[in-house]
């Protein structure tokens, strides 16, 4: 991924934009009205065991440090690595606790304890919108995460609920392209400023020393400039 020129990527990504804009919502509200899906409050779905990391928009950010500054962490699997081994990730993510499934945070007794201030993926989830590769590689749009791996299915949805909550997935999935995009012009010119360049064998190496419990220094995306942090393995 890394070795994709910073330029190509932003190109990708902003064609992304402009075909998740063009999707139309009636089509994902009538998927998501055919699917049906329910929360069976199994809280699965929010454990990195189940789901990997809880990314945040920075709006979500903002939030999460108002009710806790310790809840979240820099997001896992930076883009880039320069040449002097410092990280570079696009935004934040929940932190998870330590336990076997790596739950999130906020999880307690298996019921959110933030329920009503949860964050946006919190609220779009399952669904989603972008293009990701199925079981046999085949790339095309997804609109459900984790389909018949949790919950109920085929339950009876309004048309208003639908409605409601394909625009609520398309403006989340927007956001996140738009905070990658930011995230990515930055990149391109910070380090052009400073004559930095991503290695990828250093950001292997440097990767390895952290899985085996070396600090790593990784450099946070956030409201349009970056945040340092000095990162251990869990
Ligand atoms: S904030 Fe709440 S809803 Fe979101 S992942 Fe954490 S426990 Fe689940």
Not at 13 to 27: I, K, M, N, R
Request: glycine share 4%.
């Amino acid at each position: 991924m890394s070795l994709i020129p910073i330029p190509s990527r932003i190109a990708a990504a902003e064609h992304e934009l402009s075909d998740l804009l063009a999707y139309p919502q009636e089509q994902l509200a009538a998927i998501i009205k055919e699917v049906g899906f329910h929360c069976d409050l199994c809280s699965r779905c929010c454990t990195r065991a189940f789901n990997g990391h809880v990314f945040l928009l920075d709006c979500d950010t903002d939030r999460a440090r108002e009710i806790d500054p310790e809840s979240v962490e820099p997001a896992p699997y930076p883009e880039f690595c320069d040449q002097k081994g410092t990280f570079y990730v696009s935004g934040y993510a929940l932190r998870a606790k330590d336990d076997d499934c790596r739950s999130c945070y906020f999880l307690e007794n298996n019921r959110c304890r933030i329920y009503d201030q949860r964050f946006s993926i919190c609220r779009v989830y399952p669904y989603m919108l972008h293009r990701e590769p199925d079981e046999q590689g085949k790339i095309d749009w997804r609109q459900i995460s984790g389909l018949d791996q949790h919950g109920e299915y085929h339950t009876e949805m309004t048309a208003d609920i639908c409605q409601d909550a394909a625009r609520e997935t398309q403006e989340y999935e927007v956001a996140c392209i738009r905070q990658e995009i930011s995230f990515l012009e930055y990149i391109l010119d910070y380090f052009s400023k400073n004559r930095l360049r991503h290695v990828q064998k250093i950001y292997d190496d440097r990767m390895r020393a952290f899985a085996r419990g070396e600090e790593i220094r990784v450099m946070v995306f956030y409201q349009g400039r970056l945040e340092e942090h000095r990162v251990r393995s869990p």
